[in-house]
């Protein structure tokens, strides 16, 4: 049986198939136990400049991860694309060979939750596009971009995607978890020029479930404004400055500690955290963050892990207390709960948030109550995009120095930075929120408001 | 998508190795797309055995060997191309893909009958010499073994000594390129990397330090590992940075170090000089060959022919021979990077830079060995000429904006006072310009080395060199506390 065991029109995985597969080669193999991740995928999408396409492309993937327990009970881990039975029998003596070597002080077993009730999520599939469609609604968007501004003459990085995923768990004890998912992104990165000056730059994303609900719209709007209010810049001063994280940005600095919440990274050595920090007072008593991957909002929410756990909405900070970690089967069976929703699958299983979510306590109040985003007079920075998250945070340390795109506003009037960097410590930033406001706003990578920090380093150029 | 050329259709490639018996069944595929209208068809297949290792401490805490297969076929037609990937090689599968390449650009199997394809090459098989390189690379007993090694030659460095990791990675990779154009060449790759690194911890002071090494072509890399060597300079450097304290933000000469050290050329520069970015018009250097962009003592090159560098290539991704290729001369810019589709966009001639990361991603205009080449002066002399700036030992990663602004971490940096080098400082961000950058490269020492590395970008993850000598930048924005 040479055949793809997936079916490359629609990109289907036979549970029932694998699973005798996976069963027929353990038995031959003396493998004690096994569990398997896999998934298909199949995507379009479409790059234009200048009314033209540029880059059109397609993809039919496939991907597995399979986990063996040898008969001394040692974990080995292998993944392939080789969908084939050929391809899984390789795989299979892949993961038995890597066996040997299993951690035996710290060993994943299959997840208590692995057959309890998902929650249903993101259960509409949206319908197929051609590849002409995307490409006239890139060209379009294109267009109404560059036409809103004299000074905006390319969008040089710009894409519209359209993507089709399927993945399933299962495992020798009967687990089978299953589900499919689709997913449409727009993102247009535009150039604008003006004579004497040097060229800035400016984007915004939209991801949704369905192509025909993507806000393409308010991504040209926003991609404009923010390239229009940048093209007249100048150096600022380096100093301490009163901060205004955007919803994007603080999501961003956030994401980039997530360490703080992961039970894996505590227990590897390198989050600011340990076992013993839940109950800890580490921010301002009045913010909230939790991880919400059944958020209805999270167009890109899977309803289990790589384990086969649910996913679960966890509160991570209430009132400023650090409340829960993140957990992988083996972390929790460390720490004597339960798994959370948040691993991969490997032998050493990796442990990661879905969605953050940051919100305002109540039950404190801001210590400035006057700083609202919309009628502030005092000089402030306003940071709307962090960069270069990968080499400028130190999670371990808790330290950070990051470039960024933001403004300078001053009486109420914005004017763009020309080139900064921001710096400091996480744990210090917490602990000098001044000011979280009450509008929540939806990113695609988390729900949040604006947050205000005092007395943050920036260094400029003036 | 049923076409009666292709008859078997659950004959699967996969049980073939890549070589000349592929060649009726990919002039076939290749046929039916110039067939179709297309100026060139061009299809890329791939197989890989991967694995990568993790000790931690004392113990292997991470085995995963990966296996994968896959093919990208591509479709010019004008200045248009189509791409498809597809992990199912069997002719049903590559049929598939061909199709929706075509139908990307309009064009339809069998509708065109007035095409000209004359057959493949004979095979250029740059993969012959290489055969053994998989069994003779160090199987899992052997890999594990040199990295607790590592981790125990760390140990024995300093007990404050709290995390200690060392990670093994081997990329193997058979690749077959096959275009309508005739051409048709084979090769098979080996990349090696380990990395260590390290978090000390006193009272309540930390410091992280990590270093990596890579090589091409050279299954006795691991087991060439100084190890103790490499334990040492990372002990060194994370015991130096631990009480260190925070560099004041402001403008001031900097001495950047050799080997990474050239990740700033790479990122600020070396991007610009692709055809990827003349065709977004987003280079600033877009009309400036033969033109000064830099200080008269730089001269750069990108090539991809240094043994065992880690950037070194025998063919492209297009099948095409590397070359030396002189960027800047002098100051003086003399030519870019290109590759196929930035040949037909842009009328840069092609230089064996189309490079991807593997089946799924079209080529583009790639870097591969990229680095600034030897000045006369010794590094001495360059933190001599300095009465108060700062010196780049090791540099961290960064970003690069789509016009050349950048922004690097200094992961180990010192005050030079008075000529002299003083006390460590952390925290350290250069910003800058690549256009403003480039004239203010005064000095070039004559320490030229290399540093392995990843560069992503359009298509994925590439393994890349970077290198220099020390340099001196007479004035940059250092962001800091």
Redesign the interface.
């Known amino acids: 049986m040479n055949k793809s065991l997936t079916n490359q029109k629609i990109g289907t995985l036979d549970a029932e198939v694998l699973n005798n597969l996976l069963e027929k080669y353990s038995k031959e193999l003396e493998i004690l136990k096994w569990d398997m991740g896999a998934s298909v995928s199949n995507d379009i999408s479409v790059q234009v400049q200048h009314g033209n396409a540029k880059q059109l492309k397609g993809s039919q993937r496939n991907s597995m991860t399979l986990r063996v327990w040898n008969k001394d009970n040692q974990v080995g881990v292998t993944s392939t694309s080789d969908i084939t039975s050929e391809g899984i029998k390789k795989a299979m003596r892949g993961a038995i060979e890597a066996s040997l070597f299993g951690n035996k002080k710290e060993s994943p077993e299959f997840s208590p939750l692995a057959k309890t009730k998902l929650e249903e999520v993101n259960s509409q599939i949206s319908n197929t596009h051609t590849i002409d469609e995307l490409l006239n609604i890139l060209k379009n968007a294109e267009k109404d971009l560059i036409d809103t501004h004299q000074s905006i003459d390319s969008v040089p990085y710009n894409g519209l995607s359209e993507s089709y995923m399927e993945r399933i768990y299962i495992n020798s004890e009967g687990a089978n978890r299953h589900m499919k998912l689709s997913q449409s992104s727009i993102y247009l990165y535009a150039k604008a020029e003006e004579k004497n000056k040097k060229p800035r730059s400016a984007g915004g994303i939209r991801i949704n479930s369905n192509l025909d609900k993507l806000d393409i719209l308010s991504c040209i709007n926003e991609t404009s404004d923010k390239l229009i209010s940048h093209l007249n810049y100048k150096a600022i001063e380096t100093n301490k400055y009163l901060i205004c994280f955007t919803p994007e940005a603080f999501l961003q600095l956030i994401n980039a500690f997530s360490s703080m919440f992961n039970a894996r990274s505590i227990i590897d050595g390198l989050s600011l955290m340990n076992e013993r920090s839940i109950g800890n007072q580490i921010s301002v008593s009045n913010l909230n963050i939790s991880d919400e991957g059944l958020h209805p909002e999270n167009v890109g929410a899977f309803s289990f892990d790589g384990e086969g756990t649910p996913t679960q909405n966890i509160k991570l900070i209430s009132n400023g207390i650090l409340t829960n970690f993140l957990h992988s089967e083996a972390t929790a069976r460390k720490f004597g709960v339960k798994p959370t929703g948040h691993a991969g699958l490997g032998a050493k299983v990796s442990v990661s948030p879905d969605w953050l979510v940051v919100s305002k306590s109540e039950s404190e109040m801001d210590k400035d109550e006057s700083l609202c985003i919309k009628n502030t007079l005092k000089e402030y920075i306003l940071i709307d995009e962090l960069s270069a998250i990968h080499s400028g945070v130190k999670p371990s340390q808790g330290s950070f120095s990051l470039p960024f795109d933001g403004w300078i506003v001053n009486d109420g009037k914005r004017t763009s930075i020309e080139a900064a960097t921001v710096a400091g410590d996480i744990l210090k930033v917490l602990k000098s929120i001044v000011k979280i406001e009450n509008e929540n706003i939806v990113t695609h990578q988390g729900i949040s408001p604006h947050v205000w920090v005092e007395n943050v380093s920036i260094t400029g150029e003036a | 998508m049923t076409n009666t050329l292709l008859t078997k259709l659950?004959e699967?490639l996969?049980?073939h190795t890549f070589d000349e018996r592929l060649k009726p069944q990919i002039e076939e595929l290749l046929s039916l797309g110039k067939s179709a209208g297309a100026d060139l068809v061009e299809v890329f297949l791939e197989k890989s055995e991967n694995i990568s290792l993790?000790a931690?401490q004392d113990?292997?805490?991470?085995?995963?060997?990966?296996?994968?297969?896959?093919a990208g076929i591509r479709v010019f037609h004008g200045?248009?191309?189509?791409?498809?990937?597809?992990?199912?090689l069997?002719k049903?599968?590559l049929l598939?893909?061909l199709n929706?390449?075509l139908?990307?650009?309009g064009l339809t199997t069998g509708t065109k009958n007035n095409y000209k394809f004359v057959g493949l090459s004979d095979l250029k098989d740059f993969g012959k010499k290489k055969i053994d390189w998989l069994d003779n690379s160090p199987d899992?007993d052997e890999s594990?073994l040199k990295l607790l090694q590592a981790t125990k030659s760390l140990a024995n460095k300093n007990k404050n000594l709290?995390?200690r990791r060392a990670s093994y990675s081997r990329n193997w990779q058979e690749v077959l390129v096959a275009a309508s154009d005739g051409v048709f060449a084979r090769d098979i790759r080996l990349h090696q990397t380990v990395g260590i690194n390290v978090?000390a911890q006193q009272d309540k002071n930390?410091?992280?330090s990590a270093r990596r090494y890579g090589s091409s072509g050279n299954p006795d890399d691991l087991r060439n590992w100084e190890i103790e060597k490499s334990a040492y300079e990372l002990n060194e450097s994370a015991q130096r940075m631990l009480y260190a304290g925070?560099v004041d933000?402001?403008?001031m000469p900097v001495v950047l170090a050799n080997k990474f050290g050239g990740v700033i050329f790479h990122e600020a520069c070396g991007h610009l000089l692709e055809t990827t970015q003349l065709?977004?018009?987003?280079s600033?250097f877009n009309n400036s060959i033969n033109k000064q962009i830099a200080h008269k003592s730089v001269s750069a090159v990108d090539e991809g022919i240094s043994n065992h560098a880690f950037g070194s290539i025998s063919m492209d991704d297009e099948g095409m021979e590397p070359q030396n290729t002189l960027l800047i001369e002098n100051g003086i810019l003399k030519q870019f990077l290109s590759d196929r589709a930035g040949s037909l966009r842009t009328g840069h001639p092609r230089t064996g830079s189309g490079r991807r990361q593997n089946f799924?991603f079209?080529a583009a205009s790639r870097m591969r060995n990229t680095y600034i080449k030897q000045g006369n002066f010794s590094p001495e002399e360059l933190i001599k000429s300095i009465d108060d700036g700062l010196y780049c030992k090791s540099m961290?990663?960064?970003?690069v904006?789509?016009?050349g602004?950048f922004?690097?971490?200094v992961e180990e940096g010192y005050l030079i006072k008075n000529g002299k080098l003083d006390k460590p400082v952390?925290?350290?961000?250069l910003?800058g310009?690549a256009k403003e950058i480039l004239p203010r490269i005064s000095m070039c020492a004559n320490d030229l080395d290399l540093a392995a590395g990843f560069c992503g970008s359009v298509s994925g993850s590439v393994n890349v060199t970077v290198g220099q000598p020390h340099i001196k930048v007479d004035s940059i924005?250092?962001?800091?506390?």
């Open positions: 659950n699967n996969l049980f993790l931690e113990d292997i805490s991470n085995v995963s060997p990966s296996f994968g297969i896959g200045k248009k191309d189509g791409f498809v990937s597809t992990n199912d069997s049903a599968g598939f893909a929706q390449a139908r990307m650009l899992l594990t709290q995390v978090i930390r410091s992280s925070y933000a402001g403008q065709e977004r018009g987003t600033p799924s079209a961290g990663g960064g970003s904006g789509p016009t602004q922004n690097f971490s952390k925290g350290a961000t910003i310009e924005t250092v962001g800091g506390r």
